[in-house]
């Protein structure tokens, strides 16, 4: 994975993105005032929903698209103005966008020709390339005669062929199958940093972004409601849609009835919470208070305590092999998901539907949310 030291590498700046604004009119503004810097040599990911602004966000970095207002700044150079074929970038798209008539040599040879780059350096360029991509047999033959994951490889090659200052991925295993696109995530991730080349990529996957990318910016409406790495944005969302948006949570409302400098307690319909540190707020303040499915623990017995527990009645559970997902609905009819490894082949305690039973969860669980 791509996931160690996200946070160090953010602070450079080689790709900087100053307040840019696409606004189509209409009131139709796709990328609302968004300002990121990227550093070099960084996987970055733009995650969210359809029509987000993500993708409008990469067509302006290509310069398929013209920012209404605002810088885009790659090693310095300011790119407003630049037409795309100009510009230091290429772009990998999901289609991959092969030539069905070319060999996969002459795919990945096709821009360097271009160039019109001299025919030996052509030719040591794309056999580093069909090296690099683990595809030197593959060279002879067409597109059509390879698998969707070795077209991906080969649209990789093409694209990194040029040895751009920036690679941009739109939806780059969207094309593939679950189990492929799984199993060539890592793999796509090596050989870019093989390369060393500096990549944006665009999904709304949440298992691509976290596995592929050093950090995220995730997307609504226009506007970046958080950036960090994969682990920050999953255990510290900074609001109700990013935790809603990143895997699976419970969110409960609830009102700020004690507050103290090193914990405070919320109290909510169905449970009382107990948080083991501070947060910024005042008593009586509504406040979402969002627990991971796999921060539960879940049995037949009563927990001690006042705090930090509900009790219900297991209306669902869904079987997945390593872990059990309950449905355990409580006394005012919410639902509380429950995510359980199965580390044991058997249980000492089997749960099922109907059954009566206690949710449990510790005081550094949770995450209390004001906005």
């Known amino acids: 994975m791509a996931n160690d030291n996200g946070g160090a590498k953010a602070a450079s700046g080689y790709l900087q993105i100053q307040d840019v604004v696409k606004d189509f009119g209409g009131g139709a503004v796709a990328v609302n005032h968004v300002s990121i810097d990227i550093a070099q040599g ?21 310069g398929f698209e013209t920012p209404t207002s605002g810088r885009i700044v790659l090693n310095g150079q300011d790119l407003a103005g630049m037409p795309p074929y100009e510009r230091p970038i290429n772009m990998m798209f999901q289609s991959y966008a092969l030539f069905p008539h070319l060999t996969v040599w002459d795919n990945i040879a096709f821009g360097l020709r271009r160039d019109g780059m001299p025919r030996d350096e052509v030719a040591q360029r794309v056999d580093a390339m069909l090296k690099l991509v683990q595809l030197g047999k ?18 990789l090659a093409r694209s990194l062929a040029k040895r ?75 609001t109700r849609f990013v935790a809603d948006f990143i895997g699976n949570v419970n969110l409960m409302e609830g009102t700020l009835s004690e507050d103290h400098p090193d914990h405070v307690v919320i109290s909510c319909k169905d449970c009382s919470h107990l948080v083991g540190h501070g947060i910024t707020g005042t008593e009586g303040m509504t406040v979402s208070v969002a627990v991971r499915p796999e921060k539960i623990g879940l049995g037949p017995d009563e927990p001690p305590g006042p705090h930090n527990r509900a009790r219900g009645t297991i209306k669902d559970l869904s079987y997945f092999g390593s872990f059990t997902v309950y449905h355990l609905q409580l006394d005012s009819g919410a639902v509380l998901k429950i ?10 305690v089997e749960l099922t539907w109907g059954d009566t039973a206690w949710a449990s969860w510790s005081p550094s669980s949770q995450v209390v949310l004001t906005q």
């Not at 920036?166 to 679950?178: M, Q």
């Open 138 to 155: 593959y060279g002879k033959r067409k597109p059509h005669q390879l698998s969707g994951g070795q077209q991906q490889r080969v649209a």
């Open 42 to 62: 960084e996987i970055f990911a733009l995650l969210g929903s359809s029509g987000c602004g993500k993708t409008t966000l990469l067509r302006m970095l290509a």
């Open 164 to 238: 751009p200052k920036l690679l941009l991925l739109d939806e780059p295993l969207g094309a593939l199958d679950k189990k492929l696109r799984e199993e060539t995530q890592i793999e796509l991730v090596n050989i870019i940093e093989e390369v060393g080349v500096t990549c944006v990529m665009v999904t709304h996957d949440q298992e691509e972004a976290m596995t592929m990318a050093s950090r995220i910016a995730i997307m609504s409406e226009g506007k970046v409601l958080q950036v960090g790495a994969p682990a920050d944005v999953y255990e510290t969302p900074a």
């Open 339 to 348: 995510s359980q490894s199965n580390v044991e082949r058997h249980r000492d």
